[in-house]
């Protein structure tokens, strides 16, 4: 418990070390970007294939991506009735902020220094996750507010390929498929840059952390969160119910408490939701689902 309890404090410790360095004016936002494009293209990509390099594909596994696929559904839709007399805008605001999960960013860096066994499980988890949130989401969100529905297949999935981090795991999951293994000197070579994600990752958080919201968009980020939480801790609640092995049924409880992501505030900004607002829920979503996660292993306890 005391190590989890320091490596979460660890985390939080980096966010607000990068949020000191911007307040002070030694790094701005736009040092954020870079460290975005640096951790876009390659630590995030180097974890992928560190992990996989020696991954044993199964059914139990490949599993994960439809949970993953059925689970945002089932979000964007219970979001839909929970916010039905909202207007257009508000509500493409919450179906996408409010569904849909951050892996990369935020899941990976938390959990890989200490619990590297789950990674397998979230990388399938975030093949899922990204062809809805790719697109997937974006096509039901227009049906559910009655705008343009049309699916452009082509555009989503060139979308896909255009990440590095997918792309990695379409590569690796076809490598291990059939039990192709990497040179030794490739995963020796890759470690290094793997291990910087997590230190990348969090001080990027902190960089990009936004304080302010004006007082008239208070209660939307407060609709936001008591969406995306509420429904995240009734399913923390249902998984941990299962009959299923730990390590899994801790897998899927952090998923459902991790903070918004990325594809939906471009989704919502480019529905016209305001950057101001949009920025400060991703912010803070951050600050919130780190003791969430937290939390979630101190009382499930970290699989052996």
Same mark, same amino acid.
């Given at each position: 418990m005391s190590s989890l309890l320091i490596h979460a404090f660890g985390l939080l410790a980096i966010i607000i070390l990068g949020f000191f360095l911007k307040?002070?004016?030694?790094?701005?936002?736009?040092?954020?970007?870079?460290?975005?494009?640096?951790?876009?293209?390659?630590?995030?990509?180097?974890?992928?294939?560190?992990?996989?390099? *020696?991954?044993? $594909?199964?059914?139990?596994? +490949?599993?994960?991506?439809? =949970?993953? &696929?059925?689970?945002?559904?089932?979000?964007?839709f219970l979001v839909k009735i929970f916010s039905k007399k909202e207007s257009a805008l508000q509500q493409q605001f919450f179906l996408y902020c409010a569904s849909g999960f951050n892996i990369g960013n935020f899941a990976l860096p938390f959990i890989q220094s200490f619990l590297p066994a789950a990674i397998p499980f979230i990388s399938m988890f975030d093949l899922g996750n990204s062809l809805m949130l790719a697109g997937g989401?974006?096509?039901?969100?227009?049906?559910?507010?009655?705008?343009?529905?049309?699916?452009?297949?082509?555009?989503i999935i060139r979308q896909l390929f255009l990440s590095p981090a997918? *792309?990695?795991? $379409?590569?690796?999951?076809? +490598?291990?498929?059939?039990? =192709?293994? &990497?040179?030794?000197?490739?995963?020796?070579?890759?470690?290094?840059?793997?291990?910087?994600?997590?230190?990348?990752?969090?001080?990027?958080i902190g960089l990009y952390l936004d304080l302010y919201l004006p007082a008239k968009d208070r209660r939307d980020v407060l609709k936001l969160?008591?969406?995306?939480?509420?429904?995240?801790?009734?399913?923390?609640?249902?998984?941990?119910?299962?009959?299923?092995?730990?390590?899994?049924?801790?897998?899927?409880?952090?998923?459902?408490?991790?903070?918004?992501?990325?594809?939906?505030?471009?989704?919502?900004?480019?529905?016209?939701?305001?950057?101001?607002?949009?920025?400060?829920?991703?912010?803070i979503s951050f600050l919130i689902s780190l003791p969430l996660m937290t939390i979630v292993l101190l009382v499930l306890g970290i699989p052996i």
């Open positions: 307040r002070v004016g030694i790094l701005t936002k736009a040092d954020g970007n870079t460290l975005s494009i640096v951790i876009v293209n390659v630590t995030l990509p180097a974890v992928i294939i560190v992990n996989f390099a *020696s991954m044993i $594909i199964t059914g139990g596994l +490949l599993l994960f991506i439809v =949970i993953a &696929l059925f689970w945002t559904i089932i979000q964007l989401t974006k096509v039901v969100t227009n049906q559910i507010v009655k705008k343009d529905s049309s699916i452009n297949i082509s555009k997918f *792309s990695c795991y $379409i590569l690796m999951l076809i +490598l291990r498929s059939f039990s =192709i293994d &990497l040179p030794n000197v490739v995963t020796t070579i890759l470690q290094p840059v793997a291990d910087a994600n997590i230190f990348l990752s969090m001080f990027m969160f008591s969406l995306r939480y509420g429904i995240g801790l009734v399913f923390v609640l249902l998984f941990a119910q299962l009959p299923i092995p730990s390590l899994q049924k801790v897998v899927l409880c952090l998923m459902a408490v991790t903070p918004v992501p990325l594809f939906g505030v471009i989704h919502s900004v480019d529905a016209g939701v305001k950057a101001e607002t949009v920025g400060f829920s991703s912010s």
